[in-house]
């Protein structure tokens, strides 16, 4: 067999089994989405009806509380950004990275001091890359989050939101997550989570013309408000970390059937210069055994005389 | 009477048991509560312990819920838990042993939820 030829077959043995790793990932990943897809269905009705108590005792009663009032110089916020722990998934980590940026810089802007909290491996080496601060940042879990992570992301928000900003505290509390829109599309958005803008609650739980009842708040409206806005705010990072997580899914899904497309279409190319290879070895061999032949023939004629 | 509770007990990360009901009775942090059909609308604080759910068509569903919230209003009725747990889904065994190992460490909360998990399973 001939160098080039040799070099060729190598080639096409070495892509076909990255072609199988890749195949085999993006059946992992496709049989995931719709594992995630199925828990952000089933967190859907807590979501849904927490959404609504908030929305009740924001409107149904006159309680002024941090948490839904906005400060009037807000000077620090937090923004948490929820990233992956691993990446072959396309752009998906730089889109959310790039989005919480341009969150950051709004931010700064508008004279805000900002602190940053990261989710994910991938966003944490970003920052750390470019030695900028991260308050604090948590991996491991991104590919299936359950509801003890998100409390646990939690808790280190509702605390610097609770604190005043003199002590450390922050005054609003932002969100940067990938959305997951259908298996083809996923967009990293950015929504302010605190403080609670009521208008904003109520048309996401589709409930903007209802008329909600009169409550009768149990022990009083301050302590039911008290004790839900964490549970909201846990129940959105939660929700966040779902969607993200279905959305790293799809996106890797992506990523690497057009890995496997690509390696189908580099072993065609490379049988075929192969094949061709192979022929042109061919015939220099016929062309080789014709042109001695008859230099024997012409060398016998020769002597005959 | 009004026509039945529409119940729906939704934790965290599922849909634990919706159905219809006559009574649910559960206990909010300034005392027991109990639901009937056409109560006042309301929204209010649960404490960690048992809820009984009597259904519509006369059984009793009991479930251990660890904090959360109970909201009632046009004759539907939400609890909404972080943790909440059917009787029949507890492993009594397990739950004492849970307790015991708390009661050890000391540890206040997980006693008290091996405790609501160990009511409510008997409860049912």
Known sequence: MGAQLRVYKRRIRSVTATKKITKAMEMIAASRVVKAQRKVAASTPYARELTRAVTAVGTGSNTKHPLTTEAENPARAAVLL???????????????????????????????????????????????????KVVESFAGFTDEPSYADAKQVAAPLIEAIEKDTADGGVDELHIVYTEFISMMTQTAVDSRLLPLSLEDVAEESGA???????YDFEPSAEDVLDALLPRYVESRIYNALLQSAASKHAATRRAMKSATDNAGELINTLSRLANAARQAEITQEISEIVGGASALADANAGSDN | MAADLHVALVAADREVWSGEATLVVARTTSGDIGVMPGHQPLLGVLESGPVTIRTSD????????????????????????????????????????????????????????????????AGR
């Open chain 1, 208 to 214: 903007k013309d209802e008329i909600l009842p009169l």
């Open chain 2, 58 to 121: 006369g059984g009793t569903v009991v479930a251990a819920v660890h904090g959360g919230f109970i909201s009632f209003a046009d004759n539907k009725l939400s609890l909404l838990a972080e943790i909440a747990e059917l009787s029949d889904e507890i492993d009594v065994q397990q739950a004492e042993r849970e307790l015991e190992r708390a009661k050890a460490e000391g540890d206040a909360h997980a006693e008290r939820r091996a405790d609501v998990r160990l009511r409510a399973a």
């Open chain 1, 82 to 132: 929820i990233s992956s722990d691993r990446g072959l998934a396309g752009a998906f980590n730089s889109n959310a990275i790039r989005a919480a940026e341009q969150l950051t810089e709004r931010l700064e802007r508008e004279g805000r001091q900002v602190d940053t909290y990261i989710v994910g491996r991938r966003g944490l080496a970003h920052y750390n890359f470019r030695e900028r």
